[in-house]
């Protein structure tokens, strides 16, 4: 055991920190543990009515020793003094404001509990005007276009959109905020103690895909571009970044306090950051043709090519295409549904209101809400592709891809007195993989060739009827990853190769990638079926869009 050689895998999630200790010799998982965000499962700081969903740092840090600790002591002994580097994986885009210092303002005693000073999660979408007001200015100003490599629109769910938007509505912020960092630079930065906002190793991932990064125009945006968006981000860019990096550097060692409080070598590497998809992307093998998606809340998608098949095409409509973003050297691709998961999600609940407010039996309550999506999902395998007589819009929280718009809400069409809860959630089941098949025609369409899709999380492993209408909407087979925890073991890959382990993240991969579980193949009379469905689907969201953006 003691000549192994381990890493750790970190992946910041919308709910919580998940670590996995993993032999950076074969991939084996040693050991895992979850820890949960303290102040957001209290509810703080955040409001959906608002659309304001905001994590605190000290959760962030909290979570990320419980989480490294924790399954530490689930490892055999040995272990911790054999680790040689970790791996950071976040939501994103998840930015923050600091000082010169790069403490994010939260941490301080005067902005302690002021939501604006902390993370803004990737899925807030307060910011839907400033991103309106980019995309305008990118197509007016009279200069580039800086949109044209995140797919033609800019989202509120990223970057300069969630700067803005503070910077109009809180002059305090605006006043004590010198730059902005990104939660996945953040968290390499405090692990390695190199916090000064100008000396931080800024993430190829994150700044390609949601902060208009590209080499071609000499990194950020220009100046003359932000200040015509709006005067308040005059002067912001030289507070920000010019370089860089993919994550097979690393951004420093770990510090000596950090060393002592998670009981792990000092100076170990700590990988450049990057977004849980693309690290889980790698931790699912992905290659040239194969399209992985990322299934859980909402849904990622992720494909490379190399740069000489993709030549100077852009794909419109989607979430980037950004040179190393996946796999230095290659060219990454990123698309997704800004709800998945948690469409079915909405609908438990909403089943589960009576309950709620009508059971008192604590335990009962929490029998039903545990198996209400398995009832519903094994009545809902009986129903034929056709038989439910609905059609779902899954654009409950907006829509990603393609072409972000969060003005957009769901739909169901079709109802009557003959329709059931497990007719209207196979048809929610059923859109999701619709949003999906839309994704995919959108990079056929551009010449991006998809042989194969291969789908990791917790859904993918969970529910076989999601799996086979994904499969048969798509008419492609779909492979399930074997490892539950295929995001934290990319960021391990990622990691095995920073440590200098592995010279490349090829062979790392190779060593250590996740093997499937099982394959979906689509059922050749479903794919009939589906095809026209899908027909109606786009249909219906072409003809009320407009009407769900005033509702």
Known sequence: MSESKYVIGLDFGSDSVRSIIVNAGNGEEIATHVSYYHRWGQGKYNDASKNQFRHHPLDYMESLEEAIKGALDKSPSGIAENIIGIGVDTTGSTPAPVDREGTVLALKDSFKD????????W?????????ERINDAARSWGGIDYTVYSGGVYSSEWFFSKILHILKNDPEIRDAAYSWIELADWVPAI???NTIPEDVRRSRCAAGHKAMWNASWGGLPSEEFLTAVDPLLKDLRERLYKDTFTSDISAGGLTGRWAEKLGIPQGIAVTVGAFDPHMGAVGAGIANRTFVKVIGTSCCDMAVAPTGEVGEKTVAGICGQVDGSIIPGLIGFEAGQSSFGDVYAWFRDVLMWPVENLVEDKKLKEEINERLIIELSRHAGNIRPSGTGLMALDWLNGRRTPYADQKLKGAIAGLSLGTDAPKIFRALVEATAFGSKAIVERFIEEGVKIDQVVAIGGIPQKSPLVMQILSDVLD????????????????????????????????????????????????KENVVIYKRLYGLYKKLGSQVEDILREV
């Open 114 to 121: 002021n939501p604006n000073a902390m993370f803004v999660l």
């Open 123 to 131: 899925k807030d979408h307060t910011a839907v005007e400033e991103a």
């Open 191 to 193: 692990l390695t103690g």
């Open 476 to 523: 492609m087979p779909v492979k399930v990853a074997s490892s539950f925890q295929a995001v934290a073991l990319g960021a391990a890959v990622f990691a095995a190769v920073a440590s200098g382990y592995y010279k490349d993240i090829y062979k790392a991969q190779k060593n250590m990638a996740s093997g499937f579980l099982k394959t979906y193949d689509p059922i």
